[in-house]
């Protein structure tokens, strides 16, 4: 090999790995960013479910608030269909007193 021959594989060669440097150096770059998105959506996702969390518990505090609210009502609850029961027997009474009332009524009128 001449002189110039070896300059110019050694340049060549230089070149190859100046080239497969920067390559290298861009691959590391892009594997970096990608873990860096990774890092970030790993804490976006970790804020979301810290706020799911959040809600869950907030859903189940009302939750036992209102099995309190309801087992509070539940004698009220017992005591309006006791008193529906009692509306209907009296104004089964009553309709039963009105129609006594209207025969007594019809008799009275034909004597």
């Known amino acids: 090999m001449t002189p110039e021959e070896q300059a110019a594989l050694r340049a060549a060669v230089h070149q ?3 080239n497969v440097s ?10 970096s960013q990608d873990y860096r998105l990774l890092e ?7 804020e979301k479910y810290r706020d799911l969390a959040d809600h869950a518990e907030n ?5 036992e608030t209102m ?4 087992d509070e009502f539940l004698p009220y609850i017992y005591q309006i269909d006791e008193l529906d029961k009692t509306m ?14 209207q025969r007594l ?7």
């Open 16 to 18: 190859m790995f100046a």
């Open 22 to 31: 920067e390559y290298i150096q861009g691959e590391l770059e892009v594997s």
């Open 40 to 46: 970030r959506m790993n804490l976006v996702s970790a």
């Open 59 to 63: 859903l189940a505090v009302a939750r």
């Open 67 to 70: 099995l309190n609210k309801y």
């Open 88 to 101: 209907v027997a009296l104004e089964t009474t009553v309709n039963q007193l009105d129609e006594y009332t």
């Open 105 to 111: 009524e019809d008799k009275f009128k034909a004597l």
